[in-house]
């Protein structure tokens, strides 16, 4: 069975820096879009960062030029570099992975577990 594990979230005080990791696990056959999304409380899920097979990357406006998404395809693994963190960054951060695997025989969405993220001002 297919598993997304998240790790690197925690506390830090405004300006500091996280970095998130997600690996799956289980028989991969192939990866498609991976992103980190995050919810807030009372908020709905947002899109953060995705990135490609190919490295192609998009950003939410609110973390461009602060955050850095990146894979490593032969670890099966995303991250995500969060720079000068502000308290409004505060959330429950979950990472997705278009994953085609044997038993679906199809690309199928997949999501981690969630890991809090707290800026503290």
């Known amino acids: 069975q297919v598993q997304l594990v998240e790790s690197g979230g925690g506390l830090v005080q405004a300006g500091g820096s996280l970095r998130l990791s997600c690996a799956a696990s289980?028989?991969?056959?192939?990866?498609?879009?991976m992103g980190w999304y995050r919810q807030a409380p009372g908020k709905q899920r947002e899109l953060v960062a995705t990135?490609?097979?190919?490295?192609?990357?998009n950003y939410a406006d609110s973390v461009k030029g602060r955050f850095t998404i990146s894979r490593d395809n032969a670890k099966n693994t995303v991250y995500l570099q969060m720079n000068s963190l502000k308290p409004e960054d505060t959330a429950v951060y979950y990472c997705n992975a278009e994953i085609y695997t044997l038993g679906r025989r199809a690309f199928v969405d997949y999501w981690g577990q969630g890991t809090q993220v707290t800026a503290s001002s």
């Open positions: 990135i490609t097979s190919g490295g192609s990357t």
């Open positions: 289980g028989v991969v056959i192939n990866i498609n879009t």
